[in-house]
């Protein structure tokens, strides 16, 4: 079974920075993605790990840890527009696993 | 047509009816899915085809159907709608069913269910 765990909310101030955290425990593992998700919205793609380190893009960076099942989504220079949902999903088997997502509010 | 799309929108079903979820493609992507998504429980796995002519079962099937005949369309079929059906679901599309296979998703259909 797929196991992935991400907290539900969190609040940042605009500007700020706000990491996400995702922990997972999978029968097999090809990769891990986050999505951003604006309410009432399809959710969109925003980065890919599939080894340890960081992959930085532009004001977001995701960090895996393979051996410890542990993601991280950083977001910098908060802007209200990311207030949204964030989804951790990995690539188990092929087909992804989606985390219940963490819902970010920015407030000014 | 650019990406996904699906129809209806949105939908109001008596339990017990029947109805399908249309959803289209213009990418040649070969891989499609259905997922469903409730508060609390992010998105789950329906049903999933790797290529035309070939469908899987993925994490809640029961109670779904669905075809792919060819490339662009997959649609759900609800054989007899319940209650516990309703939730917003989404279709989503990706080039390939191996490694890296980044899903790109329609806007979502609102089915509600009384």
């Known amino acids: 079974g797929q196991n992935i765990d991400q907290p539900t909310e969190m609040t940042a101030t605009e500007g700020a920075i706000v990491q996400i955290n995702c922990t997972y425990q999978?029968?097999?593992?090809?990769?891990l993605f986050w999505y951003q998700q604006h309410a009432g919205e399809a959710p969109t793609f925003l980065s890919y790990?599939?080894?340890?380190g960081l992959e930085e893009k532009g004001r977001f960076s995701s960090f895996l840890s393979r051996s410890k099942g542990y993601s991280y989504l950083l977001l910098k220079e908060l802007q209200m527009k990311d207030s949204a949902s964030y989804l951790c999903a990995v690539d188990g088997d092929y087909k992804l696993s989606f985390g219940a997502g963490t819902t970010v509010t920015v407030r000014a | 047509i650019a990406g996904i799309t699906q129809a209806p929108t949105s939908q109001i079903l008596a339990a017990g009816r029947r109805m399908t979820l249309r959803c289209t493609q213009d990418m040649r992507h070969n891989a499609m899915y259905w997922y469903r998504q409730d508060l609390g429980l992010g998105l789950r796995l329906i049903h999933y085809?790797?290529?035309?002519?070939?469908?899987g079962k993925g994490e809640v099937p029961d109670g779904y159907s669905v075809s792919r005949a060819n490339t662009d369309d997959f649609p759900l079929t609800l054989a007899s709608a319940v209650p516990s059906q309703t939730s917003v679901y989404f279709c989503?599309?990706?080039?390939?069913?191996?490694?890296?296979?980044?899903?790109?998703f329609g806007p979502g259909t609102r089915l509600t269910v009384l």
């Open positions: 999978t029968s097999g593992f090809n990769g």
């Open positions: 989503a599309s990706s080039a390939t069913s191996g490694a890296y296979n980044e899903q790109f």
């Open positions: 790990n599939v080894l340890d």
């Open positions: 085809s790797n290529t035309a002519g070939t469908t």
